[in-house]
């Protein structure tokens, strides 16, 4: 794999005669975003397409000082895709498709946020990505960190690739989401929401690359229980609980990461088939409010 030097902030030619300045942060994952308003872009589909270029090549996108209104940042979002609804985290009633991940004092932790994860793995075409905005944040703490998951499959070692080439998972919303709820409300979100299954080594639709698809919504493989793996049936739990959790615990490697400082009004965009993000739950008691727009995905493969 080629990693551009983030040496110098590139400049890119955009078809309004503007200038978009793109400062990667990391070598592996991330970009700073300048001279963007998202407000203006939702309204030019010429500048949507170079933003998605650049989310292609560097995974996540970060913007400053985005004083944009929810319907601007909906707007924006929809150019990737028509906008999913969370069936436990609530919508803004104006604006359909805009979850609130507001956190207080007064509201206890979800236990969701602090874990490597990549948005909603249990649906069966897990979304496209996200566009997050920070409305409040406390005055320390409450970073996001992502993660490259191409990076995290290019960096294994040949043998485990070779072992994984063929497994797949399932990814749970009963297990994680519903796992405090009572068993009646759990059921009926497992009805609701079936476990997804999805390959351990998913291909991105756009650029073909291999990407890592296990994270902390993933209960367990569905076809590892092989001759080729498994010597007696002993070997089944133990050999698979241990390889998943090897490969869940790839997104906490650090050169695989990017990680974002929130000011009020910063804006961070996605690709949710790529990455893994991690919300760090360090700022009780203070204040955190997060709106998100998900966009629809496609079926993996």
């Known amino acids: 794999m080629t990693i551009d030097s983030p040496a110098a902030p590139a400049i890119v030619r955009t078809a309004l005669a503007d200038t978009i300045q793109v400062e990667p942060l990391t070598c592996a994952i991330g970009a700073e975003i300048r001279n963007v308003n998202l407000g203006v872009a939702s309204r030019h589909p010429g500048l949507v397409a170079e933003l998605r270029a650049l989310l292609l090549k560097h995974r996540v996108l970060f913007f400053r000082d985005q004083d944009i209104t929810r319907a601007e940042h909906v707007a924006f979002a929809r150019h990737f895709g028509e906008l999913e609804d969370h069936p436990v985290a609530g919508s803004d009633p104006d604006h359909p498709g805009l979850v609130r991940i507001y956190k207080s004092p007064d509201q206890p932790n979800d236990r969701y946020e602090n874990a490597w994860h990549t948005d909603a793995t249990w649906r069966e075409k ?7 905005r920070c409305v409040e944040c406390p005055p320390v703490g409450g970073d996001t960190m992502w993660a490259n998951m191409v990076l995290a499959y290019e960096r294994l070692p040949e043998h485990i690739k070779t072992q994984i080439a063929g497994l797949r998972a399932r990814h749970s919303i009963e297990a994680s989401f519903g796992a405090a709820m009572p068993a009646e409300k759990r059921l009926a979100l497992h009805a609701q929401f ?3 299954e999805h390959p ?15 994270n902390a919504f993933t ?3 569905t076809n590892f229980h092989t001759v080729e793996n498994v010597r007696f049936g002993q070997d089944y ?29 910063s804006m961070a965009m996605w690709d949710n088939r790529s990455t893994q993000h991690y919300a760090v739950m360090d700022y009780p008691p203070c204040h ?11 079926a993996t493969f």
């Open 126 to 132: 897990p979304p496209f990505g996200s566009v997050l």
């Open 194 to 196: 079936p476990d997804a």
């Open 200 to 214: 351990v080594v998913r291909t991105h639709p756009e650029t073909g690359e291999k990407v890592l698809f296990v």
């Open 219 to 221: 209960t367990h493989f």
């Open 237 to 265: 739990t133990s050999a698979g609980r241990d390889l998943l959790g090897y490969l869940i615990e790839q997104a906490a490697v650090p050169e695989f990461q990017v990680r974002f400082r929130w000011k009020p009004n």
């Open 288 to 298: 955190r409010k997060m709106e998100r727009a998900g966009i629809v995905g496609e």
